[in-house]
Structures are given as structure tokens and as C-alpha cells.
């Protein structure tokens, strides 16, 4: 099961900022938060990720609160091309390995 | 650098018949995983392996789905006979290795409808 929890669906107006939040209260010291967005019609694609720092790049930036039982995304300034589906993913340590184990994301709606 | 590869893009069968997926990985990366997303549903991983070895498929249906990476490059998905509940998009990811600390890079999957 995945180990996170995102709202299901969110607005943002473009050229505002997008905020997706996520819940993982139950992250290990040594595990990374991971986010993917999915476009339409195409395969998951890798924005970023993070362990307790902040972390930006190109695409986002990713807030990772003190205690790492939250985070959030944030996309500077939401586009059209922004609309997607948003994925949180904690990376699971088990028998077999490591796995990425997506939950239902959230669909992120940028209107005009 | 080129991305996942996959073929075909889509796929039409009618139930019972049999099917099969191609994934070729990023260059040099030794993980791959084959992942199932039905329709308005996060992907599901159906199997992972580390060069031509199997990490994980407990969530494999083993009766119908075979997968195989031989040479430890480029991969198949197999499935025999297929059921309608089949209908999904395959997605195959590659990343460098396994570790926390490691992306995955996903390919654009292939369309799977089973009539």
C-alpha cells in the first residue's frame, strides 16, 4: 500500500502558485519523498524529490516539513501544460527492494 | 539521452488470445520494472527486476503474466490468455539502480484493450 496521502483534486488559476500537499506521517528516517506528475495519454514523469532539506529545481520546488510527516510542491507560477496528475510516492524498503508504490494522486486542474 | 522505449503504443485483442510488451531501458540503468494502470488508477508495479534478475513480483498474476529480461537490457511482458479486466496502459521504468535515493525515468506505455 502506498505509504502517502493526497487530496484528490485541486484548482490553481495560471500564473498563480500551485501547492499540492501530502501527508506520509509514517516515513522513515532514511526514506525519500518523491514526486511524479502524469500528463494525459503519457508515462509518469520525475520532478523531484527530497529527504529533510528543501529542494528546488527547474520544475518545483519541494517543502519537506521539520518532523517529515508532510510535504508540499510547489509550482512558481502554474501553467495550462501544468494539468495533471500529481503523484506523492515515499520509496518502500522491503524484501525484494525498493519499491515505488504510487497512490491515486492528486489531478491538478489549471484553468485560465 | 534517449528515454524508455516501448512498443507497440496500443494493442487490440480479444480475450483468450495472448499478447506481448517490449521495453528497452534507458542505457546503462539496471533496474526495470513493468507497472499496470487501469483506467483512473495510479500505476500498480508488477514486477522489478535488478539486471536479468527478479527483485520482486508479488504482485505478478502468475497464472496468466510472464515477464523476462534476459540479457539483462531490453524486456518482455507477456500475457496468456488475456481477460477483459486486462484492459490497462503497461508502463516500463528504468533507473540507475535501486537505492532510496535514485529516480525512476518511465516510458510512454503501451494501450492494452481486450474485447
Known amino acids: 500500500d502506498a505509504k502517502t496521502t493526497q487530496p484528490p483534486s485541486m484548482d490553481c488559476a495560471e500564473g498563480r502558485a500551485a501547492n499540492l500537499p501530502c501527508n506520509h506521517s509514517?516515513?522513515?528516517?532514511?526514506?525519500?519523498v518523491y514526486w511524479y506528475r502524469q500528463i494525459h495519454s503519457q508515462g509518469p514523469q520525475y520532478i523531484i524529490h527530497?529527504?529533510?532539506n528543501n529542494e528546488t529545481n527547474e520544475m518545483a520546488s519541494l517543502i519537506i516539513t521539520e518532523d517529515r510527516k508532510s510535504s508540499t510542491l510547489i509550482l512558481p507560477h502554474a501553467t495550462l501544460r501544468d494539468t495533471a496528475v500529481y503523484y506523492c510516492?515515499?520509496?518502500?524498503?522491503?524484501?525484494?527492494?525498493?519499491?515505488?508504490?504510487f497512490g491515486a494522486g492528486t489531478r491538478l486542474f489549471v484553468k485560465a | 539521452e534517449a528515454g524508455v522505449a516501448q512498443s507497440p503504443r496500443y494493442k487490440i485483442i480479444e480475450k483468450r488470445q495472448s499478447v506481448a510488451f517490449w521495453c528497452n531501458p534507458i542505457?546503462?540503468?539496471?533496474?526495470l520494472y513493468w507497472y499496470q494502470q487501469i483506467l483512473g488508477q495510479g500505476p500498480k508495479l508488477l514486477i522489478q527486476?535488478?539486471?536479468?534478475?527478479?527483485?520482486?513480483d508479488s504482485q505478478l498474476p502468475k497464472d496468466r503474466f510472464s515477464a523476462e529480461r534476459l540479457k539483462g537490457v531490453d524486456s518482455t511482458l507477456k500475457i496468456q490468455p488475456a481477460k477483459l479486466e486486462d484492459s490497462a496502459v503497461y508502463l516500463c521504468?528504468?533507473?540507475?539502480?535501486?537505492?532510496?535515493?535514485?529516480?525512476?525515468?518511465f516510458g510512454q506505455g503501451t494501450r492494452l484493450t481486450v474485447v
Open positions: 521504468a528504468s533507473s540507475f539502480r535501486q537505492g532510496l535515493n535514485t529516480e525512476a525515468f
Open positions: 509514517t516515513i522513515s528516517g532514511n526514506e525519500y
Open positions: 527530497g529527504l529533510k
Open positions: 510516492i515515499v520509496r518502500v524498503l522491503n524484501t525484494g527492494g525498493f519499491k515505488t508504490i
Open positions: 542505457s546503462g540503468h539496471a533496474t
Open positions: 527486476f535488478q539486471n536479468n534478475g527478479v527483485v520482486d
